[in-house]
């Protein structure tokens, strides 16, 4: 009886001592070599979805796809603008094409001597149209106008609007509008037009 009794205190013993092994050494999370000696596929990361920078855009507002440049942020914190009134400007922080996010595109209303921009016509953009974007790789996603808005510049919520981060793909096209500012030599206000991935 007493040799039965010692056998399950033993083996109780052996089982605290693996859950606590279990516990301490396999709980920690692995490395990538940690998991490719325990079996894990090398490739496993190669299954999460690629997404690429946009390189095009189409809309109704335009003839011909238009060309897209990387921008960033400036010293004074906002975005920069496209080299020329022709082009637009992806916010490289933002999110690409097709990806969980807001991904960004700006474009002139109009250059230095008055002349329509890329963007001249953005107003005109209406809820249901839709706005092509091709990527780097060559794909076609299409997102669908959700709404428009005309925020000041001062207007905390408009620009927080225009930039927050979805948890969808949301694509985000903005531009100058409102009234010339002679003073400043800027725009007081910008459109902010929405669209979601269809």
């Given at each position: 009886m007493r040799s039965n009794i010692a056998k399950i205190l033993?083996?109780?013993?052996?089982?605290?001592?693996a859950m606590m092994f279990c516990k301490t050494v396999?709980?920690?999370?692995?490395?990538?070599?940690?998991?490719?000696?325990?079996g894990e596929s090398a490739f496993?990361?190669?299954?999460?979805?690629?997404?690429?920078?946009?390189v095009y855009v189409s809309i109704p507002i335009?003839?011909?796809?238009?060309?897209?440049?990387?921008v960033g942020v400036g010293s004074d914190f906002a975005m920069e603008v496209p080299d020329d009134a022709?082009?637009?400007?992806?916010?490289?922080?933002?999110?690409?094409?097709?990806?969980?996010?807001?991904?960004?595109?700006s474009g002139h209303f109009d250059d230095s001597f008055g002349r329509p921009g890329v963007f001249y016509n953005?107003?005109?953009?209406?809820?249901?149209?839709?706005?092509?974007?091709?990527?780097?790789n060559g794909q076609v996603y299409?997102?669908?106008?959700?709404?428009?808005?005309?925020?000041?510049?001062?207007?905390?919520?408009?620009?927080?609007?225009a930039y927050r981060y979805e948890n969808r793909p949301v694509l985000t096209l903005i531009t100058c509008g409102g009234v010339w500012n002679e003073?400043?030599?800027?725009?007081?206000?910008?459109?902010?037009?929405?669209?979601?991935l269809e």
């Amino acid at each position: 009886m007493r040799s039965n009794i010692a056998k399950i205190l033993v083996l109780i013993a052996l089982i605290t001592s693996a859950m606590m092994f279990c516990k301490t050494v396999l709980a920690p999370d692995l490395t990538a070599k940690e998991r490719l000696v325990l079996g894990e596929s090398a490739f496993s990361a190669l299954t999460e979805p690629l997404f690429y920078e946009p390189v095009y855009v189409s809309i109704p507002i335009t003839d011909m796809p238009v060309h897209i440049q990387k921008v960033g942020v400036g010293s004074d914190f906002a975005m920069e603008v496209p080299d020329d009134a022709f082009t637009l400007g992806w916010l490289t922080s933002s999110s690409r094409v097709g990806e969980n996010g807001n991904m960004i595109l700006s474009g002139h209303f109009d250059d230095s001597f008055g002349r329509p921009g890329v963007f001249y016509n953005l107003s005109s953009l209406k809820k249901g149209n839709k706005v092509k974007v091709r990527n780097e790789n060559g794909q076609v996603y299409e997102y669908i106008v959700t709404g428009s808005e005309y925020v000041g510049e001062e207007n905390i919520n408009g620009v927080f609007t225009a930039y927050r981060y979805e948890n969808r793909p949301v694509l985000t096209l903005i531009t100058c509008g409102g009234v010339w500012n002679e003073q400043k030599g800027a725009y007081d206000k910008r459109l902010i037009v929405k669209a979601v991935l269809e």
